[in-house]
């Protein structure tokens, strides 16, 4: 028989992403309205082994649907890496009657989520993270509101590219993933967009590219670089060098990570959320809420975390016709 679940916990682990706190106020509300008892967990798996769990209320999550970052503040925990650490973690909730625990967070998130699944709480993830790298989804929580302030700030960087005649390099996150960098690349109408999926490091090519653009009469030539890559900044010098065109390189940073998030955002976070809680309701555990082909649905967490995402082919290809 399935487990009958009386309090549940949630807490937002690894980096930000706009659209946490929608989730978390889906995760607090339908459970509220299930009748269970919900506690938030404070800084991610480090507020669980120190014990930082607070009561969640209705109104404990009003007024945060449309605010970034996570009221439930987030962290990065070594600790929790080790069986000693989650053993403490999986004896937290015990403690406080937690039998069923929401995990919003990226890939190692869910490693520790199948940790703590594995010392006896039943676990569901939610995929919170602005690099889409999470390969059983399609959507994550973030990645809209992040590409949607990349793709602005990259607007207002080819006014200055366009007036000055120059070439500029935007670096963007996405850490080893080149989804913000392909999807800027193609709302932006960059010239290169460089992938670590894709990139051969050739950057002769690139410099040729500069040169035709000039002799059609080019007045900017924007370069979406991808965190993966990185170097955008000796990568400008070489470039200048070469070409002889001015360049700059921006690094657009952390900015990508805040802000009110976008209604996708809102809305996909809040159904992940209230069907995370679903899950828990019907005594699943270890899996991993998704949204494929049009629809929120579930994986196993162990099978999620095999799987391997490639960059869309068509995307790519799209994305490669229209910046030549
Ligand atoms: P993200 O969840 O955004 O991918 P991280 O990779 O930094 O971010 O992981 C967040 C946290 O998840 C880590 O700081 C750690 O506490 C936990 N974690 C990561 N990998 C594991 C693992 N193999 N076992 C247990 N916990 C892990
Ligand atoms: O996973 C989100 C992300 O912003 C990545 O794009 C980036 O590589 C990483 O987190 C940066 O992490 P930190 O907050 O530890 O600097």
Same mark, same amino acid.
């Given at each position: 028989?399935?487990? *009958?679940i009386k309090t549940i ?8 992403? #706009? +659209? ?8 607090? =509300? ?11 967990? !404070?800084?991610?798996?480090? +507020? ?17 649907? !449309? ?18 650490? *989650? ?39 939610? #995929? ?49 993933? +080149? ?9 932006? +109408? ?5 992938? #670590?999926?894709?990139?051969?490091? $050739?950057? *002769? ?32 010098? =070489? ?29 996909y976070a809040s159904l ?5 809680? $679903? ?37 790519? *290809? ?7």
């Open positions: 028989m399935a487990k *009958q916990g949630v807490l937002t682990s690894g980096g930000d992403a #706009p +659209g946490m706190n929608a989730a978390i106020r889906a995760v607090v =509300r339908t459970g509220l309205a299930h009748g269970l008892k919900v506690k938030g967990i !404070q800084k991610g798996y480090n +507020g669980l082994i120190s014990d930082e769990v607070i009561d969640m209320d209705r109104t404990s999550v009003s007024d945060i649907i !449309q605010r970034g970052g996570t009221i439930l503040y987030t962290a990065r925990c070594l600790e929790f890496m080790t069986e000693e650490g *989650q053993k403490r973690g999986a004896e937290i909730c015990k403690k406080h009657g937690i039998d069923g625990m929401v995990v919003i967070g990226g890939d190692g998130s869910f490693r520790g989520a199948q940790a703590l699944s594995k010392a006896g709480i039943n676990v569901i993830g939610l #995929p919170g993270t602005i690099d889409l790298d999470i390969a059983c989804t399609d959507y994550t929580i973030g990645f809209d509101t992040a590409v949607n302030t990349a793709m602005e700030a990259i607007d207002k960087i080819r006014d200055t590219s366009t007036s000055h005649e120059r070439c500029s390099i935007i670096e963007v996150m996405g850490r080893n993933a +080149g989804y913000i960098a392909l999807w800027c690349g193609i709302a932006n +109408g960059a010239e290169d967009i460089l992938l #670590p999926e894709k990139y051969d490091n $050739d950057e *002769q090519a690139i410099i040729n590219h500069i040169i035709e653009g000039r002799k059609k009469g080019k007045k900017h030539h924007l370069i979406i670089n991808a965190e993966g890559i990185g170097h955008s900044a000796g990568m400008a010098r =070489r470039i200048e060098a070469a070409t002889g065109v001015e360049t700059r390189a921006t690094i657009l940073g952390y900015m990508q990570r805040g802000g009110s998030p976008t209604v996708t955002d809102r809305v992940m959320g209230s069907y995370a809680v $679903d899950l828990l309701m019907e005594g699943k555990n270890n899996r991993l809420v998704a949204r494929k082909d049009g629809k929120i649905t579930d994986f196993d967490i162990d099978e999620a975390l095999a799987m391997t995402k490639n960059i869309d082919e068509f995307e790519y *290809q799209v994305s490669q016709i229209l910046s030549k």
